[in-house]
């Protein structure tokens, strides 16, 4: 069965760069939400979209952006980085925005050096 | 906000023993969802088991299986005849189950590492 994709799976980057990341959900699930899991932490929420709407925000910095497209992949944009954002980011897909389980792809490791 | 404890930072077990996770919860509300997510080394977050609060019965997954005690708000996974692969990071999680405009994200807890002897 098809899995969530993201890309890229690691991405190396200098402090105040800036860094994009993109999560493609499994096939006709219309919802996406973002998580970023700390060294030895639990995945915290940063953001959630459904049908191309923001629908839950989290603890997600004001210097990160995510929207959702119309093909209902996600990206999140990431800027002016600093070393505590060095995380895994994992997206999770689902279909329709109340049903209970979120399947989640393989993370991309941010390091920022 | 809902909070999801997890005890045991740590758990170590023989393999073919079996092995109980605990993970208490704090809501206020009477219908959720209760996950067990593994996290094996690779770092992917497994769904493991999945438990509805408005069903008395346990659920179960092959070696897998949880003890639900609504009142006690308790969620322990319990881990049968144990091998090497199933040594991992396993996180209890929580989600609400009412319909509203928000809040479906889920809450972890911090973890339990669980080690598997030979």
């Known amino acids: 069965a098809a899995g969530v994709i993201q890309s890229p799976r690691h991405l190396i980057k200098e402090k105040r760069e800036t860094a994009t990341l993109k999560c493609y959900p499994i096939?006709?699930?219309?919802?996406v939400y973002w998580y970023q899991q700390g060294p030895g932490q639990d995945p915290q929420f940063l953001i959630s979209?459904?049908?191309?709407?923001?629908?839950d925000k989290g603890s997600i910095p004001d210097r990160f952006s995510a929207q959702q497209f119309s093909d209902y992949h996600s990206e999140l944009n990431m800027s002016s980085l600093e070393l505590g954002d060095s995380a895994l980011y994992f997206c999770a897909s689902l279909r329709g925005f109340g049903t209970d389980t979120q399947y989640f792809g393989p993370g991309t490791r941010l390091t920022v050096l | 906000a809902q909070t999801v404890t997890q005890s045991q930072p740590e758990m170590s077990v023989q393999e073919a023993e079996t092995v109980t996770l605990s993970c208490t919860y704090d809501?206020?509300?009477?219908?959720?969802?209760l996950f067990w997510y593994k996290q094996p080394p690779s770092r992917q977050m497994i769904l493991v088991i999945r438990q509805e609060a408005y069903k008395q019965q346990n659920a179960t997954e092959n070696r897998f299986s949880v003890n639900f005690q609504k009142a006690a708000k308790s969620f322990s996974l319990k881990i049968s005849d144990s091998q090497l692969g199933d040594a991992a990071m396993y996180f209890c999680?929580?989600?609400?189950?009412?319909?509203?405009?928000?809040?479906?994200?889920?809450?972890f807890g911090k973890g339990t590492s669980l080690l598997v002897t030979p």
């Open positions: 999680a929580y989600r609400t189950f009412r319909v509203r405009n928000s809040g479906y994200a889920l809450n």
């Open positions: 096939p006709r699930h219309d919802t």
């Open positions: 979209f459904y049908e191309k709407m923001q629908s």
């Open positions: 809501t206020s509300e009477s219908d959720y969802y």
